[in-house]
């Protein structure tokens, strides 16, 4: 069978010229042709323009673009990254820096509590 990572690799090819990002699995014969290829338009990465079977809206997209930028305006080429989960929670983030602080001086403290 063919499900072994030893048996495939894959190569991502990004073309800056025509702005399309090829993504190719590679089965045993590499020189052969590819097993799964696909090929993504940047702007559909970016959200930009729809992609193809997406449940998105364009105005889905605007209003996670618009509810990201906290600093004034961005212009239309640059870049704010998307939580695939949502919107931040506060609370979930402050409980999060809360339990690495505390497992982190835990590890300091944990020679001199066992000795």
Known sequence: KQYA??????????DWDERILTMRTIGRNMHGSPLLSAKWSFDQLSGRSMMPGSTYTAKDLDDAYTAQIVDGPVGSRDWV?????GTQNQLLTKVGYATNSVVLVLFLLLPYIVL
């Open 5 to 14: 990572l030893d048996l495939n690799f894959g190569e991502m090819e990004f």
């Open 81 to 85: 990254c998307i939580n695939h989960r």
